[in-house]
């Protein structure tokens, strides 16, 4: 029986090209990770809710209630703190953002003597109904967003903020 001799150059080639195919799995597998990744995690996000407050504390006048949401980015996790104006109007419960549409300033409630039943704005004048409609021909062109919400226990948990149904002015 003879032994086939590998010339050196077959040898390189052979080398290279097993080299080369190991490198670009190594440079793959993460690349396909990344883009695979998120669509194998649920959006668990989307379902958390967070305690506020109980619902025997809501009137028919909007009051702010502070809360903090759990937040993940990257490997950094913290809490954000936020904000929200709530009110009962019947048996639904309204939950507004207090973040301007405008420029992102925090509106107040009922602050301003000459804009009463108002959600106001001081950093440019931006006014809002009770129900977070901007009102013409002021600096918002779009209305306050409101919190999906929902009520267990007799505890009101608030979700992430959604453009609001009333529409624009």
């Known amino acids: ?4 001799e590998i010339s050196r150059r077959t040898f390189l080639n052979y080398m290279l090209t097993g080299t080369g195919g190991f490198l670009a799995a190594g440079m793959t597998v993460p690349l396909l990770r990344f883009a695979v ?9 989307a379902g958390d809710m967070v305690p506020v407050t109980t619902v025997d504390k809501l009137t028919n ?6 809360f903090k949401v759990k937040t993940t980015d990257g490997w950094y996790k913290t809490e954000t703190p ?12 309204i939950a507004l953002s207090p973040v301007c549409k405008h420029l992102g300033c925090t509106v107040q409630w009922n602050t301003e003597a000459q804009f009463q039943e108002e959600f106001y704005c001081p950093c440019h004048g931006g006014r809002y109904e ?3 409609k901007n009102i013409p021909n002021t600096p918002p062109t779009a209305p306050l967003d409101v919190y999906a919400y929902e009520v267990k226990d007799g505890k009101l948990y608030l979700g992430k903020a959604q453009p609001n149904p009333v529409g624009g002015a």
Request: charged share 35%.
């Open 37 to 45: 990744d998120p669509a194998l995690k649920g959006d668990g996000a």
């Open 82 to 93: 936020l904000s929200a104006w709530v009110y009962k109007e019947g048996d639904n419960v």
């Open 61 to 66: 006048e909007p009051q702010r209630f502070d």
């Open 1 to 4: 029986m003879s032994k086939k």
């Open 130 to 132: 009770k129900n977070g």
